[in-house]
């Protein structure tokens, strides 16, 4: 027996779309059928991935997001249902990170990350799930009531690791966002979940593993790799499912085992 996920219908809205998971993310997506709002602030970039999901069938729209500016995030909200049609899945995945002791860490780089990370995150998730609410509650128009919302967290919010403790407490926090939004929004038919990835190759870290230093730490994980960004399409598909309604305020750890 073979089982198909189909999202024909639904319209994604990705944040952090311009490379790396959100690019991965937003393919997956347009692959199942899903019309995908491809957000970010590198828009020449976004261009081009949508130029390549569009090549291979899929339905993409590019749109301006910097999620450290509330009114960005309205706008590219509001921007995101006037083209493409109501929002029914939200895959907040924009983050970002410095590599400091904590002793060395200044006031500036502690807001740079929660600006994004946690910050960031949770303000556009609520604008999205303020519009899914109204729909639930017969005051705004769609088809689709409810809705999904997997938010992009990390290993490193569930296990402290040198070096990364402000990007460790700001993917913690979203981890902590993740359940209350669950929980408050969950009687709405809104499932909010997130996914705490390991160590992914992306284009990002490509060359670190190659170092002497990023060979010590593959050497450090259970099964001495690390993943592809192809590795968590099957979790966010789980997630993102229509089927998926009685999954709400889950954690999945796709990290290979290194947080156990």
Not at 58 to 63: E, F, K, L, S
Not at 70 to 76: D, K, Q
Not at 119 to 144: H, L
């Amino acid at each position: 027996m073979s089982y198909q996920i189909d999202l024909s219908g639904r319209v994604a809205l990705v944040t952090g779309a311009s490379g790396g998971l959100g690019a991965q993310f937003a393919r997956v997506l347009a692959k199942a059928g899903a019309g995908v709002a491809l957000a970010g602030r590198r828009v020449e970039r976004l261009k081009s991935l949508r130029a390549e999901i569009e090549a291979e069938g899929g339905d993409a729209h590019v749109v301006a997001l910097d999620v450290t500016d509330h009114a960005s995030i309205r706008s590219a909200v509001a921007h995101t249902e006037t083209e493409m049609g109501t929002i029914d899945i939200l895959v907040n995945n924009s983050g970002v990170a410095t590599t400091q002791a904590l002793v060395d860490v200044e006031p500036d780089d502690y807001d740079y990350v929660f600006d994004v990370n946690t910050r960031g995150a949770f303000f556009v998730a609520q604008e999205v799930g303020k519009r899914m609410i109204a729909r639930a509650k017969g005051a705004a128009p769609g088809t689709f009531t409810g809705g999904r919302i997997v938010n992009i967290a990390s290993m490193a919010g569930l296990k402290v690791m040198p070096k990364i403790g402000v990007y460790c407490m700001s993917k913690a926090a979203v981890v902590q966002m993740t359940k209350a939004m669950a929980l408050e929004w969950g009687r709405f038919g809104i499932n909010v979940n997130a996914i705490c990835p390991g160590y992914i190759d992306t284009e990002m870290n490509h060359m670190q593993w190659s170092t002497d230093q990023g060979k010590k730490l593959i050497a450090m994980l259970p099964r001495r790799r690390v993943g592809s960004a192809a590795d968590l399409d099957v979790v966010l598909m789980m997630l993102c499912a229509n089927e998926s309604h009685f999954i709400n305020g889950a954690v999945i750890q796709a990290d290979d085992g290194f947080a156990l």
